[in-house]
């Protein structure tokens, strides 16, 4: 693991639990209604305060609490053209199956390349230091998978180019 990753997931793991305190909210407003308040914003004293933790400043994380869920918003590093475009049809892919993965929004913040929903049913349901472990394994993985697809596509590239220029020449 990089020198900078560490410090920088030692925070983002810091802040999850810190604002994993989740807890069964009906809505104030409906009788009855069971809505994430992170993502509805009908009552500002359940909101807590949003928290961006950063890397860079192509590389952050936002973490914005309510009383009942929890909105983590992740923007990935992507140095040139073509990990821009890698990182856009890897998200496109994860997002298609998002009912696979439960925590996982089917569109990111305006701004973030991927966002989870965890809501007080994720964490009733499931253990909440697992939850953070996927998350935290996922960031330290989605950079890799992306630095992997990046240099099999510039070997492909590669390959292409001198098959092509055989025939030319």
């Keep these: 693991m990089a020198a900078t990753l560490k410090p920088y997931l030692n925070a983002v793991r810091t ?9 069964n909210f009906y809505s104030q407003r409906v009788e009855r209604h069971l809505k994430p308040e992170v993502e509805i914003r009908s009552s500002k004293e359940v909101l807590f305060t949003p928290v961006e933790v950063c890397r860079n400043d192509k590389e952050k ?35 298609m199956r998002a009912e696979n993965f439960f925590i996982l929004r089917r569109k990111p913040l305006e701004g973030y390349d991927i966002s989870f929903l965890i809501t007080n049913y994720h964490t009733e349901q499931m ?19 992306i630095s992997e697809m990046k240099l099999c596509l510039n070997g492909r590239g590669r390959i292409s180019a001198v098959e092509f220029l055989k025939n030319v020449s």
């Design 15 to 23: 802040t999850l639990e810190a604002a994993m305190c989740l807890e």
């Design 61 to 95: 994380v936002l973490i914005e609490g309510s009383i009942n869920s929890l909105r983590m918003s992740i923007a990935i590093k992507q140095a040139d053209e073509i990990e821009k475009i890698l990182c856009h049809k890897f998200m496109r892919f994860m997002m």
């Design 127 to 145: 253990y909440k230091h697992k939850l953070i472990d996927f998350v935290m394994e996922f960031m330290t993985e989605i950079d890799k998978e």
